[in-house]
């Protein structure tokens, strides 16, 4: 990469290209070209490029060439990108899905394979409970008609009583139903799958088997995992549901109790992503370090774990970004590389949008990455002056009181967790008002309960489940200690749910206010690095 200089990207190459590549995904997303005069325009830049670079070490102006070079690089990546979208198999898969949107509303009979795990919810009428998990289509029948059958899935609601076989991994089954067509559809694609509502009366089962033996044993894995965190606390079904969507990504969350994290601007931390990675990770390392196997091998063990962890909880965005960035964070030491959150970040982007582009332009995904983005640069803005502050002066010769050492501990704690999530608040706002239209001004200080309050949960709920699987009496010690927890996390929400304009209602948030926003945002970090680079000058 010595023909960047330029570029001011030579610590970082890789976000360089994913930002291009991003660009290119989004503009293949929402524009129709030939893919043949694409990857023309693509090796041509290519082409262009290595003229300039290999030019640019005789020519009389080196510098200028090398610039011309990180441009064309540019454009290589930005058409690539474009291409990358254009010819993805999930293009395919999105047109027939959205072809299903003329039959919203009217009865047709599916045939298909369950490719995930069902999770079992609440309805309203406590004595129905609704079943729901993804389906893998191979025959869609309506109005006694076939219709053609792409490579897909949709998202079936099996409603029923409160005890029904519910379909499992692997299964074929035929249901009939109503389908409903999300509204986020682009270019033929859904950022998310069709619902197909059925009643369990027209669902049958047609044979078991189908599905891939890991994804099985991940899925039982993850079955009896919810067994462990219900262990002797069946009857707090709150806790219940709130420990197995916490750690386990199910949605078993009470429709009142889902309104409260709503409101508080605190429902993010029920999606399975950093916390959880680190929760679980760290639990792996100080198992590696038991057996003193050195960090650089890290990424080794940590891999497998990570992945099947990821998997059985349904591969969420959130989770599959925090995978990924765990994964290369880890495993930088084997390269010989520092690790690095940005570089782990862009890497994780460029893994999912080049897989699934359609990704770009998915509600989590964003959230997922604008969060984590937002941590990694406004984080260290934030804190640090304050945390200067709360330094003991280096040039006093007496120690310090234990109980002022003690404040101080408590104050950088605190500061830390607000510093947290200021920056968190800051850069998720105004999608959430976008996408979701709430504002939670309450989500300051709700954030800086949950977070901490929820990651002590995680803790003892990874400590439940790994303890209690050699001893079982130790889940249930760790899932009583949770109710304890919870019940700090729950009510401070209940209360601040209560309280006026904790959430107000923003309807049609305009798409230049979230670009306002963002660029009040860079133009102050911007200046803040400015202002550290003059001092650091001096």
């Known amino acids: 990469m010595d023909i960047l200089p330029a570029t001011g990207f030579v610590r970082r190459p890789v976000i360089f290209l994913v930002l291009f590549f991003v660009l290119g995904t989004h503009a293949g997303l929402t524009l129709d070209y030939s893919w043949l005069f694409l990857l023309g325009a693509s090796s041509a830049f290519c082409l262009c490029a290595v003229v300039c670079a290999l ?23 930005f058409f690539t990108g474009w291409l990358s979208a254009t010819v993805s198999p999930f293009n395919a898969r999105g047109e027939w899905l959205s072809s299903l949107s003329g039959l919203a509303g009217e009865k047709i009979e599916v045939t298909g394979v369950v490719s995930g795990d069902a999770d079992v919810l609440p309805t309203s009428d406590s004595k129905r409970v609704v079943a729901q998990f993804p389906l893998r ?33 692997g299964e074929g089954w035929r249901i009939a139903g109503r389908i409903s067509q999300p509204k986020t559809v682009l270019k033929g694609m859904s950022a998310r799958p069709p619902c197909l509502r059925a009643n369990f009366y027209d669902a049958h089962f047609a044979g078991g088997g189908q599905g891939w033996w890991l994804a099985d044993r991940c899925y039982a894995a993850r079955r009896a995992s919810a067994d462990y965190l219900s262990a002797g606390i069946e009857e707090h079904r709150q806790t219940v ?12 969350l009470s429709y009142e109790m889902r309104q409260v994290f709503v409101f508080t601007g605190t429902l993010h931390i029920f999606a399975i992503s950093g916390s959880h990675v680190v929760v679980f990770g760290g639990i792996i390392i100080v198992v590696l370090g038991m057996f003193r196997i050195s960090s650089v091998y890290w990424g080794f063990f940590l891999t497998p774990f990570l992945c099947a962890y990821t998997f059985a909880t349904g591969l969420q965005s959130s989770a599959v970004r925090a995978c990924i960035m765990a994964i290369i964070y880890w495993s930088a030491p084997l390269l010989g590389r520092k690790p690095d959150g940005l570089t782990a970040l862009s890497v994780s982007a460029l893994i999912i949008v080049g897989v699934v582009p359609a990704q770009l332009f ?47 501990l408590a104050g950088k704690g605190i500061w830390s967790m607000l510093a947290m999530s200021i920056s968190a608040w800051l850069v998720s706002t105004p999608l959430t008002v976008h996408f979701f239209g709430n504002f939670t001004p309450a989500g300051l200080l709700a954030n800086l309960i949950v977070i901490p309050v929820s990651a002590l949960v995680i803790l003892t709920g990874c400590l439940s489940l790994v303890l209690g699987a050699c001893v079982h009496w130790l889940a249930v010690v760790f899932n009583h200690a949770n109710i304890a927890l919870i019940w700090l996390m729950v009510k401070p929400m209940e209360l601040l749910a209560q309280v006026p304009y904790a959430n107000i209602k923003i309807e049609n948030f305009p798409v230049w206010g979230i670009v306002v926003w963002y660029g009040l945002l860079v133009w102050w970090v911007m200046s803040r690095k400015r202002v550290e680079y003059t001092e650091c000058a001096k």
Do not use: N
């Open 55 to 77: 030019m640019g070490s005789r020519a009389w102006h080196p510098a200028l060439f090398r610039l011309l070079a990180t441009v064309f690089i540019a454009c290589c990546i």
């Open 137 to 169: 289509v191979k025959g869609i029948v309506s109005g006694g008609k076939s219709l053609p059958v792409g490579d897909g899935e949709i998202q079936v609601s099996l409603y029923g009583p409160g005890e029904f076989d519910v379909p499992s991994y």
């Open 241 to 252: 549901d709130i420990l197995q969507s916490l750690l386990l990504g199910y949605r078993r």
């Open 362 to 408: 998915d509600t989590g995904f964003l959230l997922s990455f604008v969060c984590v983005l937002g941590l990694i640069v406004l984080y260290p803005i934030i804190h640090e002056p304050i945390r200067k502050k709360l330094e003991p002066d280096p040039l006093r010769l007496q120690p310090e009181a234990k109980a002022v050492t003690a404040l101080r």
